[in-house]
C-alpha cells in the first residue's frame, strides 16, 4: 500500500444540512408518499467534496459561506472534525444552506435545496487571498453563484492549481470556465446542459474547444467514461449492493481532486475515484460511505 504524499487541495462550493426521508419509491409531481426513516445528515456538493478529498489524503482547505445559526455551528465542526481548514469559510446574515432529500429502495434521490449562506459566496471569497501559490488542485461546483465559479477557476490558475469543475446542478458552462482549462466531472444530464449539446459525442467536442482539459462523466451503476483529447476510457462501477447514491458524485470528485493534486495520473486518479464513489453509496447519507485512503487503496487491489 503506498503512502501518500501530502497534496493540497482547495474547494470553493456549498455546504448544506441535508433533511433526509427514505420512501419506497421517489414521489411522482403531485404525489404524496408515506416515507419511512427521517435522517439528518451534512451536505452540501463543496463539504462534501472537501471530506472525500480529506479521507483520500489531501491537505483541504474549504473556502464558503454558512449562516449564524446551530446548522452552520454544526456544518462547520463536521468539516473541522475531518481535519479540514474552514478559516475561509464566512459566517454571513442568510441561514445556513438546506437540502431536502428523498432516498427509494433502490438507492436513487431527488434533492432540492435552499442555498441560502451558499448564495452569498462572493467572487472576494473565491479569490482566496493571501493563499500562497504552489501545486495541487481546486475544486468548484455549481451550488454557488456562477461569479464565485469564474473567480474560483481563476484562482486555480494565478496559484497554480489545477482546476477541477463538478457542474452540478447543471448550468451553462460561461466561456470563462472553460477557458481556464478544468477537468470537468458531469453525470450524463449535466454533460449536455452544461455544453448545450444534444448528445454526448457533441457535447464532448465543443467542451473540449472551449478549452476542457478532459471530461469525466459518472456514469452511476455503468462506472465512469474518460474523454481526453480522442481517448475514451471506461471504467467499471464496483459490483456494490446501493444503499444511498447521495453523495457519490461528490466522492468521484473529492478523490479525483486529491490524487491529481498528488501527482497522479487522469487515468489513475479516475479508477481512484470511480472506486471511492462505488463504495460510498453502501452507507446512508452523502458522507457515511465516504472510504479512507486505505479503503480506496484495498478496492484498487494494492
Ligand atoms: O450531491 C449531494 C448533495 O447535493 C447533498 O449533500 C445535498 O446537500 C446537495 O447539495
Known sequence: MSTPAMSRVVVIGSINVDLVVAADHLPRPGETVLGG????HFGGKGANQAVAAARAGASVLMVGAVGHDRYGDESLAALAAEGIDVSRVRRVDAPTGVAL???AADGENQ???APGANAEVSMEDAAVNGLPAGPGAMLTCLEIPMRAVVAAVATAVRLGLQPIVNPAPGQRLPAEVLAAGPILTPNQDELLTT????DIEAALTSLAAGGARAVVVTLGASGAMLADGRRRVSFNALPVEVVDATGAGDTFSGVLAAWLAEGGTLDVAVAAANAAAGLSVTQPGARSGMPT??????SLGR
Not at 426513516?37 to 439528518?40: H, L, Q
Open 101 to 103: 432529500i428523498a432516498v
Open 111 to 113: 434533492i432540492v435545496v
Open 195 to 198: 455544453s448545450g449539446a444534444a
Open 37 to 40: 426513516r427521517f435522517a439528518r
Open 293 to 298: 485512503r486505505a479503503q480506496i487503496e484495498v
